[in-house]
């Protein structure tokens, strides 16, 4: 069992930045493949970027390709979403989930790869 905690949203104006974080409970973080995903008012909730288990390789979706960036620190159990020059579509409430890998450092696009996900964290960006 995997318990995740979104931490770091809140109010800033377009083009200001926010780090988001997502601490881990459990003792084999590393063995996770985890990812963000968002929801903004009347929308599905969808994908916006994923990190392999060692953190190697990374997926982003196109439109926060060069002002988003997804890390991790095994050491800690957390990841971590950097989301530079905001704009009012990224407002959303931005959960974090987790999928447990056997093999390989994949990353996961699709919601229902994942089997844990946190609460969320509501992001805002004023104009």
């Known amino acids: 069992q995997l318990q995740l905690v979104e931490s770091g949203g809140g109010l800033v104006q377009a083009g200001g930045s926010l780090r988001l974080s997502c601490a881990a409970s459990?003792?084999?973080?590393?063995?996770?493949?985890m990812g963000w995903f968002r929801q903004a008012p009347g929308k599905e909730r969808a994908f916006v970027a994923a990190?392999?288990?060692?953190?190697?390789?990374?997926t982003y979706t196109d439109p926060v390709k060069g002002r988003c960036t997804i890390s991790r620190d095994n050491a800690k159990n957390t990841i971590y979403l950097q989301m530079n020059s905001l704009k009012p579509e990224d407002t959303a409430v931005y959960y974090c989930a987790a999928r447990q890998t056997s093999y390989g450092s994949g990353t996961y696009t699709e919601q229902n790869s994942y089997t844990y996900w946190g609460q969320g964290t509501q992001v805002t960006v004023s104009s």
């Open positions: 990190i392999s288990n060692s953190g190697g390789r990374t």
């Open positions: 459990g003792r084999t973080f590393s063995s996770y493949a």
